[in-house]
């Protein structure tokens, strides 16, 4: 156990704070929106350049995007647009374009083909039918921290905001052609997998590398990857990833999330130098409070886990970039407060689609889903 640890270390020995992002996106057909296998094309043909840029996912009709480690968000951001236009100008030779829900509107489990290779192949042989009912989409957030310590304790601590974050970014209404009435289907049709929870408290490193030993040895895991966490301490990356969030087209959305990710780990860093840091949750409201951001609007309430009371999910999040607003200022990113602003009185990207779905039907809604994608 010793050398494992010794070996984590070793990843967690970097600058503090830079920032990753991950992106899911839907492989539609260019007339219709309908979900096409195209991810080994996609892979078979990128540049030299983009190799390491874009990644499988579970199924053939899903690529993820990966930024390198970026010093700050903006740079993130740019490396966002960057791997869009890309995907943009290849499926104009390959005839596909990228949609960004989610989950997609229509699309059916049954029509999923796997990638084949011996990671998902793992995953497929263990969940069988619920793995293809994984048609889901999301964006992720890797915040570097300079300790595998530190990574377990201010991930104990982040987990209060879960479900705040999750309504921030809600967009998936509707799945296998229904209106599902959450607002983040995702969140439930991804967790149908094991090890997708809020996770509870991890007393120390050592503890968590023995529980991943046992899971592996038990033969629940292959990998440490495959504890899907909403948020875990990232032992490939030295990360903390936040995982919560629903996919979002509006890169201005993506930015926002990004830098409450980015100001989270900061302040509770500081909160944990100055020995103020709070670790311990009651683990079924936790769990609660991420069932009602899934399920419900703004004004649901939920448990304050700074005052012990209850608050609504809109003053969660005000409570959270008021908590963030220093830390947003000393990265630069207090422009991010409008695009909160903007989705508190407008509308999330779920109410978007829903507006939307008003005066339009299916069909053109997953024309939509392609149509609004930034690429600037």
Known sequence: MSQSI?????????KPYTVGIEEEYMICSSKTGDLVNRADLIMENLSEQFKSR???????SEIESNTSVCETVDESILEILELRNYLKNLGEKYDFRIGISGTHPTALPIDQEFVKNESYNWVKDNLTYYAS?????????????????????????LRKWTAPLLALSVNSPFFEGIHTQFRSSR???FGNFPRTHIPSKINSATDFLKLTSLLKESKSIDKTRHIWWKIRPHMDYGTIE??????????????????????LVYQASQDLKDNVLK????????LDSLWKASRFGLDAQINDFNKNGIISLRNSIEDMINYTRNALEYFGNLDILDTVDEVLCSGTEHDLQLKYMQNNNMDKLKIYLMDNVDYK
């Open 6 to 14: 010794n070996k984590q270390v070793a990843i967690f020995n970097h």
């Open 54 to 60: 874009f990644s499988y996912e579970l199924i053939q």
């Open 133 to 157: 009912r994984n048609i889901t989409f999301s964006n992720h957030f890797h915040i570097a921290v300079s300790s595998m310590d530190e990574a377990m304790r201010l991930t104990n601590n």
């Open 187 to 189: 969140t439930m049709s």
């Open 242 to 263: 936040f995982r919560m969030c629903d996919a979002q087209r509006s890169v201005k959305r993506v930015k926002m999330l990004a830098a409450i990710c980015q100001a």
């Open 279 to 286: 670790e311990d949750y009651d683990y079924e409201l936790l």
